[in-house]
Structure formats: structure tokens, C-alpha cells
Nanobody, 117 residues
Framework: QVQLVESGGDVVQAGGSLRLSCAVSGSSSGVKIWAWYLQSPGQNDREPAASLSSAGSIRYADTVNGRFAISRDNEKNAVYLHMNELPPEDSGIYYC??????????WGPGTRVTVSS
């Protein structure tokens, strides 16, 4: 089972950019889907922002489509979320998540992004 640790969260002004990183420990060979989820301030739900399947299929939430990009570096065993044109509504805790072939969903501890207006 992999373990995930996010980094890159910061305070940024509206309109700015950030790159979040997800370091993966353990073998990634069993991973089916890599994803980033957002938990907005004051919300209990975590919403998917972007996902990348092992087959290369990518999906984005409508609210981030065209501004966010998910990518993976196999050599570094890491997943990234490139975020551009950030509005305050993108603030929250971003979680790196994987679904593996054993049917497990694994979450990282999250990294906080604050977009100031």
C-alpha cells in the first residue's frame, strides 16, 4: 500500500499560481487512479478537482478546467497539481488520493492553500 504526502500549499494572491506535489512511497504499480481533492473552508465534503488514471485519462472539475493541470512523474514517483489563475474560492485543503487495484482509497494528510483577495 502506498503512502502519500502533499506539499506546496501556501498563501497566494488571487490570480496567482501554485504547484502542489504529492510524494509517493511504496510501489505505484497497483494504482488505478491518481487524484486531487479539495476541502473548502467550513465544508465537510471533499470534492474532486482533478484525476489521472493509470491509462492516462484525465478529468477536471468544471470549476478548475482550463486552469489546473494534473501530472505524474514516474521517475520521481510523484504527482503534481499545477494551479493557475487562482481565485479565493480555490482556497482550502488539497488532498492527494489514489484508488488502487485492491479497491482501496488512500488519502494523504493534505496541504493548505489560501488565496487572498
Amino acid at each position: 500500500q502506498v503512502q502519500l504526502v502533499e506539499s506546496g500549499g501556501d498563501v497566494v494572491q488571487a490570480g496567482g499560481s501554485l504547484r502542489l506535489s504529492c510524494a509517493v512511497s511504496g510501489s505505484s504499480s497497483g494504482v488505478k487512479i491518481w487524484a486531487w481533492y479539495l476541502q473548502s473552508p467550513g465544508q465537510n465534503d471533499r470534492e474532486p478537482a482533478a484525476s489521472l488514471s493509470s491509462a492516462g485519462s484525465i478529468r477536471y472539475a468544471d470549476t478548475v478546467n482550463g486552469r489546473f493541470a494534473i501530472s505524474r512523474d514516474n521517475e520521481k514517483n510523484a504527482v503534481y497539481l499545477h494551479m493557475n489563475e487562482l481565485p479565493p474560492e480555490d482556497s482550502g485543503i488539497y488532498y492527494c488520493v489514489v484508488d488502487d487495484r485492491m479497491g482501496r482509497t488512500i488519502w494523504g494528510p493534505g496541504t493548505r492553500v489560501t488565496v487572498s483577495s
